[in-house]
């Protein structure tokens, strides 16, 4: 059974940073494609950032600069630090697991989600 469990949601100020956490489990790890898609009141889910097996990076042009993603394959995590935050960013983020075809990531599994809250 694959779970994707995300941690470290919350309410932050703008400007502030926030680092999530993804821990996945049921499935081998090191060969999937790790993302974090997120989901705003109203707004179509948008992914905004991917890590390859091979580590390449992907961001959406509204984190670009501002969002790292990162991934620790011995303990299945996958992180995202989020720095310079606005209350566009405000969202439901959610932990993703997929593969990577043509250069583009099709994903399988979806955490629960976290909530993080930007106030102005």
């Known amino acids: 059974q694959v779970q994707l469990v995300e941690s470290g949601g919350g309410l932050v100020q703008a400007g502030g940073s926030l680092i999530l956490s993804c821990a996945a489990s049921?499935?081998?790890?090191?060969?999937?494609?790790m993302g974090w898609s997120r989901q705003a009141p109203g707004k179509q889910r948008e992914l905004v950032a991917s890590?390859?097996?091979?580590?390449?990076?992907n961001y959406a042009d509204s984190v670009k600069g501002r969002f790292t993603i990162s991934r620790d394959n011995a303990k299945s995590i996958v992180s995202l630090q989020m720095n310079s935050l606005t209350p566009e960013d405000t969202a439901v983020y959610y932990c993703?697991?997929?593969?990577?075809?043509?250069?583009?990531?099709?994903?399988?599994?979806w955490g629960q989600g976290t909530q993080v809250t930007v106030s102005s």
């Open positions: 993703n697991s997929g593969i990577t075809r043509s250069g583009r990531f099709n994903i399988n599994y």
């Open positions: 049921g499935i081998t790890f090191s060969i999937y494609t």
């Open positions: 890590i390859t097996s091979g580590g390449n990076t």
